[in-house]
């Protein structure tokens, strides 16, 4: 055997490092390219690398796994060990209740629509297992999202459920469906935690909102706004970020609305950026594991939704849980199909959506 000689974290090293450190008593075959052998310590394990061997990491050391062992999930074009979030809690749960939608909005980051079935609705029986097991993980909030929820037939059972376990928040666009189930709306804020409505106005320019929405939409979400807040419920809004917008004359254009309905002058408003439709290829940073250690610390990397949330979505009959909410469209954040199993899981940041995490702090989460 040729003497081991030390190597720098770089290089292939530097690439390697984040390929071997994989799973519980993870084996991987590496058949070299240098000769002799090679000797690395990553953060996480001290690696021997030997030409055409076999390689065996340390069990006790890994208590974490990946579910995908792909080069391209790893590592990223250019080589480098990809970014990654380690799950540190499950303080959210979000419920996808189908990609059903009564509009059909050409922006929609799920492509939702009135016929389109890419995402199943959920029915209670499918959501009451996962509820129970969310518990058992200390879940704080359950929130539910579309398409639009109120077009799911089981929401108000859902919520029902939900609401006697936790705190719950709904994401709408608060138009026709909303509308049609208030008085059943209604009666879910008598009980004993919280529901909270996320209402879209995309624009406080009502013509630029219809434009998006279609006619008569901004009308019907601020109607519903208000026949919220009159019921008791916590309200906040999504709106849209533009490019080369004064964000404090945007949100003030917003509290003028707010002021003239009646609505509370401290309601919430959650910007987002543009986030794509379902399975566009858009071409951006690739995140590596040196981006989140110098543009971000501890604190700020436990605050990436991947990091204390998980998504429930159901396909093709069989209801997974996924990494989080903006990645439904790639099957490489499918963490299986039970919760427990889910938080074992490393999330690599590949998916284009991760980027505007790391650059914008895009996130769905309401705290």
């Excluded at 004993?192 to 939409?217: A, C, I, Y």
Aim: hydrophobic letters at 35%.
């Amino acid at each position: 055997m040729n003497k081991k000689s030390p190597l720098e974290f770089s290089d292939i090293a530097k690439c390697i490092s984040g390929l071997f450190c994989v799973a519980l008593e993870a084996s991987i075959d590496y058949p070299g390219n240098n000769e002799g052998d090679i000797q690395t310590v990553s953060p996480h394990n001290r690696i021997t690398i030997s030409k055409g061997t076999q390689l065996v990491l340390n069990p006790e050391i890994q208590a974490w796994q990946y579910h995908i062992k792909r080069h391209d999930w790893l590592v990223t074009p250019e080589g480098n060990p990809r970014g990654y979030i380690q799950p540190h809690s499950l303080r959210e749960l979000w419920f996808h209740t189908g990609t059903r939608c009564n509009l059909g909005c050409w922006f929609c980051l799920e492509g939702a629509g009135p016929q389109v079935e890419r995402l199943e609705s959920l029915t209670f029986e499918d959501v009451r297992p996962l509820i129970d097991e969310a518990m058992a993980l200390g879940v704080e909030q359950f929130c539910f999202t579309g398409g639009e929820p109120f077009v799911n037939h089981d929401i108000i059972a859902i919520l029902e459920y939900a609401l006697k376990n936790r705190p719950c928040l709904v994401l709408t666009n608060g138009t026709r469906p909303l509308r049609e189930r208030m008085e059943e709306v209604r009666r879910l804020a008598g009980l004993s935690n919280k529901l909270r409505f996320r209402v879209s106005l995309d624009h406080p320019d009502r013509e630029r909102h219809d434009e998006g929405r279609g006619h008569g939409s901004f009308a019907l979400a601020l109607e519903s706004l208000i026949e919220l807040r009159r019921a008791g419920f916590e309200l906040s809004i999504a709106r849209h970020i533009t490019p080369d917008e004064n964000a404090a004359e945007v949100n003030k254009q917003y509290r003028s609305i707010f002021r003239q309905t009646g609505l509370p002058l401290d309601t919430n408003i959650i910007p987002f950026p543009q986030l794509h439709r379902p399975f566009d290829r858009i071409e951006t940073p690739h995140i590596t594991e040196n981006c989140m250690t110098t543009y971000k610390d501890e604190t700020t990397r436990r605050e990436f939704m991947c990091a204390y949330s998980k998504m429930v979505v159901k396909r093709e009959g069989k209801v997974k849980v996924y990494a989080c909410t903006l990645v439904d469209d790639d099957p490489d954040y499918d963490l299986g199909t039970t919760l427990h199993e889910s938080m074992k899981f490393r999330i690599m940041l590949k998916h284009h959506r991760c980027y505007a995490c790391f650059a914008a702090g895009a996130c769905c989460s309401e705290n």
